[in-house]
Structure formats: structure tokens, C-alpha cells
């Protein structure tokens, strides 16, 4: 019989801080950033420049004005300004730029409580509210190296509108338009390579949610292969990869019960292609993920294991 030790809690000790944690995302992050200003040179500079630097500035002005801890040294803000700013167009005025920090950090971050209390991920709300107030700049690209602008000529809407395939090596490497982190599936499958062998993510979430789009894309794609593109081409296209790595899998918004994060990956996955395959937009990752995150609270207390010896959740 074996024996049952009690003890004190916390029973799980980790050396793990915000600040180590943030740190790793940002090295993760970083060969979406080269593939980034290598395809779009000084335009996403600038984005990401005004994003980092906008999320950290409001970030500190809050808290000092209401007379909170200053939590910038964490390196949260600066994340959120990375992210922010790989899901933008590379031709995004500054001052936009500026605008989607102020929303993702102060309305959708501090107000809630700062870090670890937002219902919303910040980056992600910050990019739905530049959609619903400035759609024409949000659809407006430009074309990798050479910069021409065009519009809706991502390789998700050339599909969805004109029924074009763009071809699979472009879409791997990232020489497509789109937002400005999210075009090379290589940079980031790199990048999330990383964050899996040092364990910040698990692979729950984003297996889920790419098993998801694979599976639906496949069995549309076999229906009417005409207009419905194939399965690979649905994970190379548009934000999957980022969503799936980066964004899916955030600590505060996204279940922490290991049942709850493949019902979010799932629910993620079926709602990104109800949007790509029969919604208004070519794209469905954004709000996918934001929709998810507002049942997060209802797939933990769903998914919670019962207290031991109870019926009770934890």
C-alpha cells in the first residue's frame, strides 16, 4: 500500500517568472521578426517599432497616473507589441499604430486588472478594433520586397474571391502578402519549435486547432474541390501559425484544465473555418480566438477536476 504524503501548498514549485516567460516568447518571436523586416524592410520596422514602444509607454503612463506597481520590467507590454504588431499590414500609419496599443493595453489589459485578468487576448482585440473602425487600412497590403500596395490580394482572399491557389513554397518561406508576422509558416513553426522544447507551451492547444482546420478543410476540399481550397494550403494561409502557437495558448485566456485547452483548440479550429469557408472574410483566426477566449471561464468550470473525496469542482 502505498503511502499518502501530506503536505503545505504550494505543492508544485517552478523557477518560472513573468518576466523569464515573456523573455522566451520574445527569442521565439524572433525569426517572424527577420522573415518580417526581410519581406517588408523598413515598413514593418516601423510597425513594430511604434507597437513596442507604444504598448510599453501606456503601460507605464497608466499605471503610474493610477498609482500602480510599474510591471513594464515584466516584458508583457513588450510582448503584446510584438504581437500586435506581426498581425498588422506592413503599410499601417503610425498613428494607427499607436491607436491599437492604446486599445489592447489600456482597454483591454489594465482596466480588467492588469496582467493575468484580461478576459481578452490584448493584440488580438487591439487588431478587431482597428477592423471594425478603419477596414479599408485593414485590407490594404502590399506586396513582399517591392512594397506595391494592392488590396485584398492575401492568398486567403485571392482564393476565397477569384478562386486562385497561390503555390505551397511561397506560402512555407513568406513571399505572399499579408500581415506583416504572419506570411512565412517556416519563421514561425521555428519559432514555435523553440517555445515547445522549453516547455512555456504545451502542445494541446495548437494541435487541436490545426487538426481541426485540417480535418474540415480536407473533407470540403473532397466535396468540391473548385471552390474549396485544400487542407494545406488552409494551415500554410494566413494566421493559422501564429494564432495556433502564439496566440491559442496564452496563459490568461485561453483553459488551464488539460481537457478545457483541447475543446478550446477544437472550437478554435471549427470556428476559423466557418468563416474562411462560408463568412464575409477570407480570415477567421482573430475572431476565432477572441470568440473562444470569452467561454474560457465556462470551459474551466466545465472541464475542472472534482476535489478528491468530493463531488465538488476544485
Given at each position: 500500500?502505498?503511502?499518502?504524503?501530506?503536505?503545505?501548498n504550494?505543492?508544485?514549485?517552478?523557477?518560472?517568472s513573468?518576466?523569464?516567460?515573456?523573455?522566451?516568447?520574445?527569442?521565439a518571436?524572433?525569426?517572424a521578426i527577420?522573415?518580417?523586416?526581410y519581406?517588408?524592410?523598413?515598413?514593418?520596422f516601423?510597425?513594430?517599432?511604434s507597437?513596442?514602444?507604444?504598448?510599453?509607454?501606456?503601460?507605464?503612463?497608466?499605471?503610474?497616473t493610477?498609482?500602480?506597481?510599474?510591471?513594464?520590467?515584466?516584458?508583457?507590454?513588450?510582448?503584446?507589441?510584438?504581437?500586435?504588431?506581426?498581425?498588422m499590414?506592413?503599410?499601417?500609419?503610425?498613428?494607427?499604430c499607436?491607436?491599437?496599443?492604446?486599445?489592447?493595453?489600456?482597454?483591454?489589459?489594465?482596466?480588467f486588472?492588469?496582467?493575468?485578468?484580461?478576459?481578452?487576448?490584448?493584440?488580438?482585440?487591439?487588431?478587431?478594433?482597428?477592423?471594425?473602425?478603419?477596414?479599408?487600412?485593414?485590407?490594404s497590403?502590399?506586396?513582399?520586397?517591392?512594397?506595391?500596395?494592392?488590396?485584398?490580394?492575401?492568398?486567403l482572399?485571392?482564393?476565397k474571391f477569384?478562386?486562385?491557389?497561390?503555390?505551397?513554397?511561397?506560402?512555407?518561406?513568406?513571399?505572399?502578402?499579408?500581415?506583416?508576422?504572419?506570411?512565412?509558416?517556416?519563421?514561425l513553426?521555428?519559432?514555435?519549435?523553440?517555445?515547445?522544447?522549453?516547455?512555456?507551451?504545451n502542445?494541446?492547444i495548437?494541435f487541436?486547432?490545426?487538426?481541426?482546420?485540417?480535418?474540415?478543410?480536407?473533407?470540403?476540399?473532397k466535396?468540391?474541390p473548385?471552390?474549396?481550397?485544400?487542407?494545406?494550403?488552409?494551415?500554410?494561409?494566413?494566421?493559422l501559425?501564429?494564432?495556433?502557437?502564439?496566440?491559442?495558448?496564452?496563459?490568461?485566456?485561453?483553459?488551464?484544465?488539460?481537457?478545457?485547452?483541447w475543446?478550446f483548440?477544437?472550437?478554435?479550429?471549427i470556428?476559423?473555418?466557418?468563416?474562411?469557408?462560408?463568412g464575409?472574410?477570407?480570415?477567421?483566426?482573430?475572431?476565432s480566438?477572441?470568440?473562444?477566449?470569452?467561454?474560457?471561464?465556462?470551459?474551466?468550470?466545465v472541464?475542472?477536476?472534482?476535489?478528491?473525496?468530493?463531488?465538488?469542482?476544485?
Open positions: 500500500m502505498k503511502e499518502m504524503i501530506l503536505s503545505v504550494p505543492h508544485i514549485h517552478d523557477n518560472s513573468t518576466r523569464s516567460v515573456m523573455r522566451e516568447v520574445i527569442i518571436l524572433i525569426p527577420i522573415a518580417a523586416l519581406f517588408f524592410r523598413i515598413k514593418a516601423v510597425v513594430i517599432s507597437c513596442v514602444i507604444s504598448c510599453v509607454v501606456f503601460e507605464y503612463l497608466y499605471q503610474k493610477c498609482k500602480k506597481n510599474i510591471t513594464v520590467k515584466d516584458l508583457s507590454a513588450v510582448v503584446t507589441g510584438i504581437l500586435l504588431a506581426l498581425i499590414p506592413p503599410a499601417l500609419p503610425v498613428w494607427v499607436i491607436l491599437a496599443s492604446a486599445v489592447a493595453i489600456i482597454l483591454t489589459k489594465q482596466i486588472g492588469g496582467i493575468g485578468c484580461n478576459i481578452f487576448n490584448p493584440a488580438l482585440l487591439g487588431r478587431a478594433f482597428l477592423m471594425a473602425a478603419f477596414p479599408t487600412m485593414l485590407t497590403w502590399n506586396n513582399p520586397i517591392t512594397l506595391d500596395v494592392v488590396t485584398t490580394a492575401t492568398p482572399g485571392l482564393h477569384t478562386q486562385v491557389l497561390t503555390g505551397y513554397e511561397p506560402l512555407f518561406f513568406g513571399n505572399v502578402s499579408g500581415s506583416i508576422g504572419e506570411t512565412s509558416a517556416l519563421a513553426l521555428i519559432g514555435a519549435a523553440y517555445l515547445l522544447i522549453k516547455k512555456i507551451i502542445i494541446r495548437p487541436a486547432y490545426i487538426a481541426t482546420v485540417f480535418i474540415i478543410s480536407s473533407i470540403t476540399n466535396i468540391d473548385e471552390i474549396y481550397a485544400p487542407a494545406l494550403f488552409n494551415l500554410l494561409a494566413g494566421g501559425m501564429l494564432g495556433a502557437f502564439f496566440m491559442a495558448t496564452d496563459y490568461v485566456t485561453t483553459p488551464i484544465t488539460k481537457k478545457g485547452q475543446v483548440g477544437i472550437g478554435c479550429g470556428v476559423t473555418m466557418i468563416i474562411r469557408l462560408w464575409g472574410l477570407p480570415e477567421g483566426v482573430m475572431y480566438i477572441l470568440f473562444m477566449n470569452g467561454f474560457t471561464p465556462l470551459i474551466n468550470r472541464t475542472m477536476p472534482k476535489r478528491y473525496g468530493t463531488g465538488d469542482r476544485e
